[in-house]
């Protein structure tokens, strides 16, 4: 294979990987936010913090892959991108490490305190992990302000309209997932949470659509990801994408109206993948575009690693990527009914 | 003050994350020892025992995981300038880690941290060995990383020099440097572990000297001796191990002047005191290019100011060597004696303030392995200096204040937790309690 089709395809392997993280961490997330809502008795909480205490382990791995991946195909989209988003990233790590400490230790301790400082903080960082992505990818998709000596742009100007937005979205995509989750694990609690999961999650897939119907104007502008889309001018089918995530949102809406917990979930599921793939086709062949000027944005193909290590690494990729999807999905199937 | 700055955060963290790792490597090889003991002899006991020690592992690993979540992203926050020249080389088996080995791990032990109580015997020892397996893999692929920071092979400068590209992946898997330190690495883990083992042990054998309880003791006992005989086999391997290890490094084309400083042949401006030229390797057919870079290696060494700290490479060393030995002598006191253990509270005493001496030992050792190649951050290839970012000195002031802060926080509920769990032991038949409810 030529050096560019590896490129394309280690491009294409990068975006299952962050599409597979993105709509499984919405639900593990999603019901840790939720849990305070959805009930006030501690075993119930308990009842939810077990499935993501479960789960949420094996699927954090899908973005320390897509962020491996990255160092080990595009070394310098790697590099610059979390250079130049230095204390944005560091926030991610301490809220991702937060969620993770917290869920895992809450219940090794009796201690009534302890319980509730970590079920706490659990809640707490689990909403802000989909606001921090919201606010990366959109500033991520926008461009970063890349000049001649790198990275110009401040820590606070991540903050705008259309990053806050986004970051709403993916919180509101999370609790559409979530109250999902939480109603399918519930088990023997499973109806005295519907009623609340089911409250939440239409509101919130009215909340998406809203949002992602901004989103879509802002991108459609001259200035905007489709405005200066190469790709999308040149390959109008590419539409389908942006038709297909309208058609989702609606879905949401029609599901969670409807209570059935399974095709919210996997249609909820889909939204930030799509949203995530828009933006990354939008910007094709830059995987860190500039806002300043595109000449100063890492594309792709400049980016990639010599022919030998994408070969390597594609063959690895093809034997091992199918090998954990078959083993997590049979932790999900043979734990789904206990 | 950049590159300080960048350097004591990139120190602390790892030597946080790694005080972690060894005990995550050793309890779980111990765990999975003991479920498979469990299942052999069908002895409900060792399932207790898997299930205590395993606990133990669960809020150590808890801890390691978040920390090494940190450590890749850090490689393009801190490091930018690094990642881009080695990410062709270096990327790979970090990436092969998170696919091969992250997986594996968190996976199971997501199932043993949640639903071990509701499994059979079988079931617990495949997912306890899974584990097992996941932690192991991990080491081999962030040690083939540093391997070659430490050890360049299997690689070729672009052609306008900006990078290093991979041209022989079996040569950087095969690394020499890199499988000594692998066997370094996971015997001390198992060193750990099993002597973790022998020292909470040593806590309960002391209960039962003012309230004796049979099955405590039978509980302990059994650990102990299986710890004991892991201990012992890894703390022979280490010394002779470590002995092929130094020698290795000590060559001309390794890394001679690390090699030298562990002989105490260099003195304090860094120059080597010792005429004599170690041998080459084995495989001395060192081509004009290693040549050439080997000799442009020792231009530039002697033109750089910054060389390795000497004495202090020389006295971790030295430490490290002296805790290996009582290490030796401690286990096989106790496979002689192991009443003493049982009975003699000095003997006790002794085995519990001895906890931290491993995690010392295992500290040094990494300072050796990492100061000892300064100024060079992938040896002959690029100095510290070169690898960092373009970042502001005020960001890396926020990151290293908060990462503190936050890493103190852990350090207090991993102690916290660890001792109340170890001190509390596990739920005895006649007086009732449950260990966890999970």
């Not at chain 1, 997330?29 to 305070?36: A, D, I, K, R």
């Not at chain 2, 978040?66 to 890749?72: E, F």
């Not at chain 2, 499994?119 to 080491?139: C, E, N, P």
């Not at chain 2, 003997?347 to 500290?363: D, F, H």
Request: proline share 3%; charged share 15%.
């Amino acid at each position: 294979m030529s050096h560019d089709v590896l490129a394309i395809i280690w491009f294409a392997i990068l975006l299952t990987a962050w599409s597979v993280y993105l709509a499984f961490e919405s639900f593990v997330v999603g019901s840790g936010m939720l849990q305070p809502f959805i009930t006030k008795d501690k075993d119930a909480q308990q009842a939810i913090s077990r499935p993501a205490g479960l789960h949420w382990d094996g699927i954090e791995v899908w973005l320390i892959t897509a962020i491996g991946g990255t160092f080990a195909a595009f070394p310098a989209v790697f590099a610059k991108t979390l250079e130049s988003l230095y204390v944005a990233f560091f926030l991610l790590l301490i809220l991702l490490m937060i969620r993770g400490v917290t869920i895992e230790l809450a219940y090794r301790d009796e201690n009534p305190l302890w319980r509730k400082i970590m079920t706490r903080a659990w809640n707490i960082s689990s909403l802000l992990i989909p606001l921090v992505f919201g606010v990366y990818f959109s500033n991520l998709f926008g461009g970063l302000k890349l000049g001649a000596n790198g990275n110009e742009g401040k820590f606070f100007e991540i903050f705008n309209l259309n990053s806050i937005v986004m970051g709403v979205l993916f919180v509101a995509v999370c609790a559409i997932t979530g109250s999902a989750w939480i109603v399918l694990t519930g088990g023997k609690n499973k109806d005295a949470f519907k009623e609340k999961a089911y409250g939440i999650a239409f509101k919130a897939s009215i909340v998406v659509a809203l949002a992602v119907l901004y989103e879509m104007m802002a991108f459609n502008t001259g200035e905007g990801i489709f405005g200066r889309s190469q790709l999308f001018n040149d390959a109008p089918i590419l539409w389908a994408v942006p038709v297909l995530l309208v058609l989702v949102t609606l879905a949401n809406i029609l599901f969670t109206r409807k209570k059935s917990a399974w095709l919210s979930l996997i249609f909820g599921m889909l939204t930030l993948p799509l949203l995530v793939i828009i933006g990354y086709l939008a910007n094709y062949p830059y995987m860190l575009p500039s806002s300043i000027d595109a000449k100063f944005g890492i594309n792709l193909f400049d980016a990639a690693s010599s022919q030998y290590t994408l070969t390597v690494m594609f063959y690895a990729a093809l034997i091992f990527v199918p090998i954990v999807l078959v083993y997590q999905g049979w932790k999900f199937w043979y734990f789904a009914k206990r | 003050m950049i590159v300080l700055l960048s350097r004591l955060q990139f120190a602390f963290t790892v030597s946080f994350h790694f005080l972690f790792v060894p005990l995550t490597i050793g309890l779980i090889l111990l765990t999975a020892i003991f479920q498979t003991l469990a299942v052999v002899k069908k002895d409900q006991m060792y399932r207790r025992i898997a299930d205590f020690w395993g606990e133990l592992f669960v809020i150590n690993f808890a801890v390691g995981i978040v920390t090494g979540l940190i450590m890749p992203i850090q490689f393009g926050t801190n490091w930018s300038a690094y990642s881009i020249f080695m990410g062709d080389v270096f990327g790979s088996p970090l990436a092969l880690e998170a696919l091969l080995a992250f997986f594996l791990e968190s996976t199971f032990a997501g199932i043993w941290i949640f639903k071990r109580h509701k499994l059979s015997d079988k079931f617990r020892m495949v997912v306890v060995w899974l584990i097992t397996l996941g932690t192991t893999i991990s080491a081999i692929w962030i040690i083939t990383a540093n391997g070659f920071m430490q050890h360049p092979v299997g690689y070729e400068m672009a052609a306008d020099g900006s990078k290093v590209l991979l041209t022989n992946f079996a040569e950087v898997v095969a690394n020499p440097y890199s499988l000594f330190m692998l066997a370094h690495t996971l015997l001390s883990a198992f060193l750990l572990g099993a002597f973790f083992v022998v020292c909470v042990s040593a806590f309960h054998f002391m209960k039962d000297l003012k309230a004796p309880n049979a099955e405590r003791t039978a509980f302990f006992k059994k650990s102990m001796t299986v710890a004991v005989i892991v201990g012992l086999m890894a703390s022979i391997l280490i010394p002779i191990e470590g002995n092929a290890y130094a020698k290795y490094l000590g060559q001309n084309d390794v890394q001679p002047l690390k090699g030298a400083i562990l002989r105490d042949q260099v003195d304090a401006n860094g120059q080597m005191t010792s005429g004599e030229v170690k041998e080459t390797s084995k495989e001395a057919d060192i081509d004009a290019k290693s040549e050439a870079t080997l000799k442009a290696a020792a231009d530039n060494l002697s033109n750089l100011d910054r060389k390795p700290p000497v004495k202090f490479v020389y006295y971790s060393f030295l430490i490290m060597q002296v805790l290996g030995y009582f290490f030796l002598g401690f286990f096989l006191f106790l496979l002689l004696l192991p009443k003493l253990l049982q009975k003699n509270r000095l003997v006790q005493k002794i085995a519990i303030y001895a906890i931290p001496l491993p995690y010392i030992a295992i500290t040094l050792g990494w300072i050796v392995a990492e100061v000892g190649r300064q100024p060079w951050l992938v040896y002959n290839l690029m100095t510290v200096e070169d690898g960092v970012s373009t970042v502001a000195e005020s960001a890396v002031w926020f990151s290293l204040f908060t990462l503190i802060v936050f890493y103190i926080i852990l350090f207090a509920m991993d102690l916290y937790l660890l001792m109340k769990k170890a001190r509390k032991g596990p739920a005895l038949e006649d007086k009732g309690g449950v260990v966890n409810e999970s």
